[in-house]
């Protein structure tokens, strides 16, 4: 049966969950067990197990995580749009960025929920995907639009948006001061493998050296010129 069926005949929506974290999957299955439209169909904790079972689990929608080990969250996203057109993707993700958003977006996402919200979010992600529609992060939709209104005016940068998603992903956490083994091993890569990321980023942003990358990172990571505008510009609003 699949989806327009399902919900014609008043069938549960199947939902899978794609985290490393076994917390997070623990919190979301708890949720999604009480609501009568939706059921945890699967669950995995990378890309590669992922793809393994969506085959089994024929989801109508997939909760994927960006900050995936190996292959990240992004390039699951972008396969799922590939090999299952009909299945919905949502982001639920630690990153508040809206680069991170666009990012995901612009790969075919349905939805972008920060970890940082009410969980509840996510239920009403899930069923927008559903309905055929899109859900951003309030916190995060004013950034976005921010965002994206500087980049359609100024085309797109030569810097950060130059980044893979994967190299963002170093770059972030270069930012956030982790080190390079450090980083290897929160994304099950090798330490020369990171190593080539911090080169690559180096040659793109055109920085000369490690220090350069640092301090450039750290400022990234931490101003955030984008969100500071939209607090700023979110400041005189009544809460």
Not at 4 to 28: I, T, W
Not at 197 to 217: T, V
Request: glycine share 8%; proline share 4%.
């Amino acid at each position: 049966m699949n989806r327009k069926q399902r919900m014609e005949y008043g069938s549960k929506a199947r939902v899978f969950l794609v985290d490393d974290h076994p917390v997070v999957p623990e919190r979301l299955a708890l949720l999604l067990q009480h609501q009568p439209d939706l059921t945890v169909c699967g669950e995995a904790t990378d890309t590669s197990q992922a793809l393994e079972r969506l085959a089994r689990a024929k989801p109508d929608v997939v909760i994927v995580d960006i900050s995936l080990p190996g292959r990240d969250g992004i390039e699951l996203l972008r396969e799922v749009r590939r090999r299952y057109p009909g299945v919905s993707v949502v982001i639920f993700s630690v990153h508040d960025l809206p680069t991170y958003a666009d990012r995901a977006l612009q790969a075919g996402a349905d939805g972008y929920v920060c970890k940082t919200d009410r969980t509840a979010n996510v239920l009403v992600a899930i069923r927008r995907a559903l309905a055929g529609g899109t859900y951003i992060s309030p916190g995060l939709a004013m950034d976005l639009a921010v965002h994206l209104a500087r980049k359609s005016g100024k085309g797109e940068s030569a810097g950060i948006d130059s980044l893979s998603d994967r190299e963002r992903d170093v770059f972030f956490r270069i930012g956030q001061g982790h080190g390079t083994a450090e980083i290897a091993t929160a994304l099950s890569l090798s330490k020369k493998t990171i190593e080539s990321y911090r080169e690559s980023i180096k040659a793109k942003l055109r920085l000369r050296n490690g220090r350069q990358l640092h301090q450039e990172a750290f400022r990234w990571a931490h101003e955030k010129p984008v969100e500071i505008a939209a607090k700023i510009a979110r400041s005189g609003k009544p809460k």
